[in-house]
């Protein structure tokens, strides 16, 4: 399965963006989504996950309320909605797949088999 992160861009604090996860080459039925980031000079952090059904959601406790994971099994897309947006989401993020191990949450980036390539997000103040 190969997954490609877009939607990334330049936001005011206080905006909105919502950034996707396209996945090709396979289905991402039956796995975990995982949202990660990366900021500047910052190891790769862990910032959601949402289960194969889209019944469970977790999120770090630095964006719960202000963001939204969801997946669309059809599409074969995953997202994350972004809300509030402060200078320190600043990031790469990086969406991640993992074959349903019964491990929920999947907050370990070692846990998860498949990566993509980063969005940039940016938030200025």
């Known amino acids: 399965v190969q997954l490609q992160a877009y939607g990334g861009g330049l936001v005011q604090a206080g905006g909105s963006l919502i950034v996707s996860c396209g996945a090709s080459g396979g289905s991402i039925m039956r796995m975990v989504m995982g949202w990660f980031r990366q900021a500047p000079g910052k190891e790769r952090e862990f910032v959601a996950a949402?289960?194969?059904?889209?019944?469970?959601?977790y999120y770090e406790d630095s964006v719960k309320g202000r963001f939204t994971i969801s997946r669309d099994n059809a599409k074969n897309t995953a997202y994350l909605q972004m809300d509030s947006l402060k200078p320190e989401d600043t990031a790469v993020y990086y969406c991640a797949a993992e074959h349903d191990r019964g491990t929920w949450p999947t907050i370990k980036a070692q846990d998860y088999d498949y990566w993509g390539q980063g969005t940039l997000v940016t938030v200025s103040s």
């Open positions: 949402i289960t194969w059904t889209g019944g469970l959601t």
